[in-house]
């Protein structure tokens, strides 16, 4: 969560088994540090254990295969969690990569099976999902609706989560708010200064700001390096 990769690696050589959650933070350790492979097959170890386990890690394990620019591979993968009705994060995942191919009517479904859990108050209080709504409501482009969740999501803990302010972040950015996009990122990196998703949308943000091309590539030097 500090973005303290090094240490992280460290200390999950202590853990031997763990089953699913273990897999989860060898699996975001690995992406997060470039490791795409290991990711994915760390990813499909974990979710052999049941239906839980395929939801915690079925989503990390289609974003390795993204970044490796298997994109059709990850589609399918997300594909049969369509009708687990608790798979947010899949759910989010996969309307983002049906927007990303340029299949946007077809993302809809799964973008509203978040929506309709909140509408339904089968969404709780916790700020991971109210981000997950946010985040639906940005993909379908009801960004006033997009602010309000990510509002709620920071009242309920969100504005100590990188996820949750990343995600308002590319909104404000989008809606052509760098000026408070960079605030939001700054936030983040005061808890995560070397996450490289938060450095590569801080460069995104400077360049909007200012235009500030040494700035911007340093940044992006930084993210390439862990």
Do not use: C
């Amino acid at each position: 969560a500090r973005s303290d990769y090094d240490h992280a690696a460290e200390a999950l050589k202590d853990v031997t088994g763990g089953g699913a959650d273990a897999a989860y933070l060898r699996t975001r350790l690995a992406l997060w540090t470039g490791r795409y492979a290991d990711a994915v097959s760390e990813a499909r170890k974990g979710a052999a254990a049941g239906a839980e386990a395929k939801r915690k890690l079925v989503p990390w394990q289609a974003e390795a295969l993204v970044r490796q620019g298997k994109t059709d591979e990850a589609i399918k993968l997300l594909e049969p969690l369509e009708s687990d009705d608790k798979a947010y994060r899949a759910h989010l995942m996969l309307g983002e990569l049906l927007v990303m191919t340029g299949k946007r009517r077809e993302a809809r479904a799964p973008l509203m099976n978040i929506i309709r859990a909140y509408n339904d108050d089968r969404i709780s209080d916790d700020p991971t999902e109210l981000t997950f709504v946010g985040q639906a409501a940005y993909l379908l482009r009801a960004y006033q609706d997009a602010n309000d969740a990510f509002n709620e999501a920071e009242k309920n803990g969100g504005d100590r989560r990188v996820e949750t302010l990343m995600a308002r972040a590319q909104l404000f950015l989008d809606k052509y708010n760098p000026g408070r996009a960079g605030d939001v990122v700054k936030e983040a990196l005061a808890m995560a200064p070397n996450d490289p998703r938060l450095l590569t949308l801080a460069a995104y943000v400077k360049l909007e700001q200012t235009m500030d091309f040494a700035a911007a590539e340093e940044l992006i030097e930084k993210a390439l390096a862990v």
